[in-house]
């Protein structure tokens, strides 16, 4: 299984984050709070390797699909 793009909805600090692009090598660059690292605890969610905790969780979003 290869992964193409990610997208992350009511996770931490990322509130509705779409197709991120994950390539080899995928570098997350940005300022200090900006969510990179929720974005790794949410894949590692994704594959397995990660517990989400119920303060990972993002209630009060009002997203449009």
Do not use: W
């Not at 709070?33 to 009060?60: C, I, Q």
């Amino acid at each position: 299984m290869h992964l193409h793009n990610l997208t992350v909805c009511g996770f931490r600090s990322l509130g509705d984050v779409r197709d991120i692009p994950v390539s080899e090598p995928t570098i997350l660059a940005g300022q200090n709070d900006g969510g990179k690292s929720a974005v790794l605890a949410a894949l590692a969610f994704l594959v397995g390797e990660g517990l989400l905790a119920e303060d990972d969780r993002t209630y009060d979003l009002q997203l449009e699909y």
